[in-house]
Nanobody, 119 residues
Framework: QVQLVESGGGLVQPGGSLRLSCAASGSTLALYAMGWYRQAPGKQRDWVAT???????TYADSVKGRFTISRDNGKSTVYLQMNSLKPEDTAVYYC?????????????WGQGSQVTVSS
């Protein structure tokens, strides 16, 4: 079992920055791939970024070059640094984790953190 708690959301002006954090507990984070998803009002939940247990990263085209995902296994925390924010980045951001050794895949989710980009 893994529990995920996001923090760091809020209101920011276009062009600004925010950093989201996701604190994990209940298992060894090093054995999990971690990711961020987001869901805007009236839309489906979309994938944003993933960092593997080995530290490799991938990003959705919409955030590539502006967002950076990172992890600190010692602190059991994953981060999403968001720069050059745009109004279309407004959404609830969810932290995601799944074990790289357990099959079938089971996804864990945090409760979500609201990010609003507006002037």
């Amino acid at each position: 079992q893994v529990q995920l708690v996001e923090s760091g959301g809020g209101l920011v002006q276009p062009g600004g920055s925010l950093r989201l954090s996701c604190a994990a507990s209940g298992s060894t984070l090093a054995l999990y791939a971690m990711g961020w998803y987001r869901q805007a009002p009236g839309k489906q939940r979309d994938w944003v970024a993933t960092i593997t247990s080995g530290g490799s990263t991938t990003y959705a085209d919409s955030v590539k070059g502006r967002f950076t995902i990172s992890r600190d296994n010692g602190k059991s925390t994953v981060y999403l640094q968001m720069n050059s924010l745009k109004p279309e980045d407004t959404a609830v951001y969810y932290c995601n984790a799944y074990s790289v050794v357990v099959r079938p895949r089971y996804d864990y989710w945090g409760q979500g953190s609201q990010v609003t980009v507006s002037s």
